[in-house]
C-alpha cells in the first residue's frame, strides 16, 4: 500500500460517518417534528383533496348529513335556550332546524328562495329568514316550522337583527343601500333607512340599544337609533375594504368587522366610536361567531381558512388560523356548550353539519 491511500482512506472512513450521523439526525428531527402537536398536519377532505390545517385549537366531533343538494349554504341562527340551531340552505331554497342537544335534524322550512340571513327570537318564538330570491323577509312559527307571513325587505335581503326595546326587526338590503324596518307584531314594513351604500350584516348592541350596520363601497360602520330609525352616526374603518361581517360584544363594548375585498378584521371601539385596531384573517372572510363564555372569535372565510381570536382587554389576539374545510365560510357558536358548528356544503358528496369544540379548553 503506497504512502498516500495510507493517508486516503481514513479520511473516507471518517467522511461516511460523519454522513451517516448527519442523516440519523435528520431522520430523528423528522419524526420529532411530524410528532408535534404545533405543527401543520396532512389531511384529506371528503373529496379526497389534501389539506393542510395548521395551528386551529379545534377537535372535529362529528359531521352530520343535511337535507338539500351539494349547493350553498349561508347564515345561522343559533337558539341556546331551546337547544335549536337554524341553518340556511341557499342553494337549496330552505332552512334546516337541528337539535343541538340530541344532535339530530329536527326538519325543513322550504319554500325559502335563496335564503340567506338568519335571526331565532325566542321571545317571540319566531324565526325571521332573509330571502333574496323572492326580495322578502319570510316570518317563521318556530313551534309548527310553518313561514306565517311575508314581508318585501328591499332588493337583496341579507343580514337580520332584532331590536326587542322597540319591537322592530331590521334587514340589511344590500343592492338598494338601505335597511328595511319591520314591526314585529304586525310582520308591516315600517320604513327604510337609507345608507348611502350597500348594506352589509346589520347587529343589535344591547347596551346601547342601537342598530349597527356595514356599509359596502364606504367601508364605514353607520349606527341607527332605532327610536328614531334615523342613523345617528357613520364611523370609518380605515384599512378595510368591502366591509361586510359583523358581530358585536356588547357586554365589552367591541364590535368587529370583516373586511372581505382585503381579508382584513377590524376592531371597533363602541365607546371611544372608532377603530382601534385591524387584524389579518383568510381571504374572503364572512361569518363571524363571538362564544362570550371564553371570550374567543371565530372568523370563518370563503377560502376554508379559519381564523380565531381571543378577546384580552380591548384587543384581540390571533390563537390560530389555518384551512378548515372548502367554503367553510358560515359558523356559529353554542353559548352552553361552546360547540362551534360550519355548514359544509360538499363533504364526500353530499352536505353536512361539521360539529367542533375548542381542543385547548377544558370543557
Given at each position: 500500500m503506497?504512502?498516500?491511500?495510507?493517508?486516503?482512506?481514513?479520511?473516507?472512513?471518517?467522511?461516511?460517518?460523519v454522513?451517516?450521523?448527519?442523516?440519523?439526525?435528520r431522520?430523528?428531527?423528522s419524526?420529532?417534528?411530524?410528532?408535534?402537536?404545533?405543527?401543520?398536519v396532512?389531511?384529506?377532505?371528503?373529496?379526497?383533496?389534501?389539506?393542510?390545517?395548521?395551528?386551529?385549537?379545534?377537535?372535529?366531533?362529528?359531521?352530520?348529513?343535511l337535507?338539500?343538494?351539494?349547493?350553498?349554504?349561508?347564515?345561522?341562527?343559533?337558539d341556546?335556550?331551546?337547544?335549536?340551531?337554524?341553518?340556511?340552505?341557499?342553494?337549496?331554497?330552505?332552512?334546516?332546524?337541528?337539535?343541538?342537544?340530541?344532535?339530530?335534524?329536527?326538519?325543513?322550512?322550504?319554500?325559502?328562495?335563496?335564503?340567506?340571513?338568519?335571526?331565532?327570537?325566542p321571545e317571540?318564538?319566531?324565526?325571521?329568514?332573509?330571502a333574496?330570491?323572492?326580495?322578502?323577509?319570510?316570518v317563521?312559527?318556530?313551534?309548527?316550522?310553518?313561514v306565517?307571513?311575508?314581508?318585501?325587505?328591499?332588493?337583496?335581503?341579507?343580514?337580520?337583527?332584532?331590536?326587542?326595546?322597540?319591537?322592530?326587526?331590521?334587514?340589511?338590503?344590500?343592492?338598494?343601500?338601505?335597511?328595511?324596518?319591520?314591526?314585529?307584531k304586525?310582520?308591516?314594513?315600517?320604513?327604510?333607512?337609507?345608507?348611502?351604500?350597500?348594506?352589509?350584516?346589520?347587529?343589535?348592541?344591547?347596551?346601547?340599544?342601537?342598530?349597527?350596520?356595514?356599509?359596502?363601497?364606504?367601508?364605514?360602520?353607520?349606527?341607527?337609533?332605532?327610536?328614531k330609525?334615523?342613523?345617528?352616526?357613520?364611523?370609518?374603518?380605515?384599512?378595510?375594504?368591502?366591509?361586510?361581517?359583523?358581530?358585536?360584544?356588547s357586554?365589552?363594548?367591541?364590535?368587529?368587522?370583516?373586511?372581505?375585498?382585503?381579508?382584513?378584521?377590524?376592531?371597533?371601539?363602541?365607546?371611544?366610536?372608532k377603530?382601534?385596531?385591524?387584524?389579518?384573517?383568510?381571504?374572503?372572510?364572512?361569518?363571524?361567531?363571538?362564544?362570550?363564555?371564553?371570550?374567543?372569535?371565530y372568523v370563518?372565510?370563503e377560502?376554508?381558512?379559519?381564523s380565531?381570536?381571543?378577546?384580552?382587554?380591548?384587543?384581540l389576539?390571533?390563537i390560530?388560523?389555518?384551512?378548515?374545510?372548502?367554503?367553510?365560510?358560515?359558523?356559529?357558536?353554542?353559548?352552553?356548550?361552546?360547540?362551534?358548528?360550519?355548514?359544509?356544503?360538499?363533504?364526500g358528496?353530499?352536505?353536512?353539519?361539521?360539529?367542533?369544540?375548542?381542543?385547548?379548553?377544558?370543557?
Open positions: 503506497s504512502s498516500s491511500s495510507r493517508w486516503f482512506l481514513p479520511i473516507i472512513g471518517a467522511a461516511l460517518f454522513l451517516a450521523c448527519s442523516a440519523q439526525q431522520e430523528q428531527q419524526n420529532a417534528a411530524s410528532a408535534s402537536p404545533s405543527s401543520p396532512s389531511s384529506t377532505d371528503g373529496n379526497g383533496a389534501a389539506a393542510l390545517t395548521a395551528n386551529i385549537p379545534l377537535s372535529t366531533l362529528s359531521d352530520v348529513p337535507s338539500g343538494g351539494t349547493t350553498r349554504l349561508d347564515y345561522q341562527g343559533l341556546s335556550e331551546n337547544g335549536r340551531l337554524y341553518i340556511a340552505h341557499l342553494g337549496s331554497d330552505l332552512m334546516t332546524v337541528f337539535d343541538v342537544n340530541k344532535q339530530t335534524i329536527i326538519g325543513d322550512v322550504k319554500d325559502l328562495k335563496r335564503v340567506h340571513g338568519v335571526l331565532a327570537v317571540l318564538h319566531r324565526v325571521y329568514a332573509s333574496t330570491g323572492s326580495n322578502e323577509l319570510a317563521i312559527d318556530d313551534s309548527k316550522l310553518q306565517i307571513a311575508r314581508a318585501p325587505a328591499g332588493d337583496y335581503p341579507d343580514g337580520v337583527a332584532y331590536a326587542n326595546k322597540a319591537n322592530k326587526i331590521y334587514v340589511s338590503d344590500l343592492h338598494g343601500k338601505t335597511d328595511t324596518v319591520i314591526d314585529a304586525t310582520n308591516q314594513v315600517v320604513t327604510t333607512i337609507a345608507l348611502g351604500g350597500g348594506a352589509g350584516n346589520t347587529q343589535y348592541d344591547s347596551v346601547s340599544e342601537h342598530i349597527f350596520v356595514t356599509v359596502h363601497g364606504q367601508n364605514e360602520l353607520a349606527e341607527i337609533d332605532p327610536n330609525d334615523q342613523v345617528i352616526g357613520r364611523y370609518p374603518l380605515p384599512g378595510c375594504r368591502g366591509s361586510h361581517g359583523l358581530n358585536i360584544d357586554e365589552h363594548r367591541l364590535a368587529f368587522v370583516a373586511c372581505e375585498e382585503n381579508a382584513k378584521l377590524a376592531v371597533f371601539d363602541l365607546e371611544a366610536k377603530m382601534t385596531a385591524i387584524q389579518s384573517v383568510g381571504a374572503d372572510p364572512d361569518v363571524l361567531a363571538f362564544d362570550k363564555g371564553f371570550s374567543r372569535l370563518s372565510a377560502s376554508g381558512v379559519i380565531i381570536f381571543d378577546e384580552r382587554g380591548k384587543s389576539v390571533k390560530g388560523e389555518g384551512f378548515f374545510a372548502a367554503n367553510a365560510h358560515s359558523v356559529a357558536v353554542d353559548q352552553r356548550t361552546h360547540r362551534v358548528y360550519f355548514p359544509l356544503q360538499n363533504v358528496g353530499k352536505p353536512v353539519l361539521r360539529i367542533a369544540v375548542p381542543s385547548d379548553k377544558q370543557l
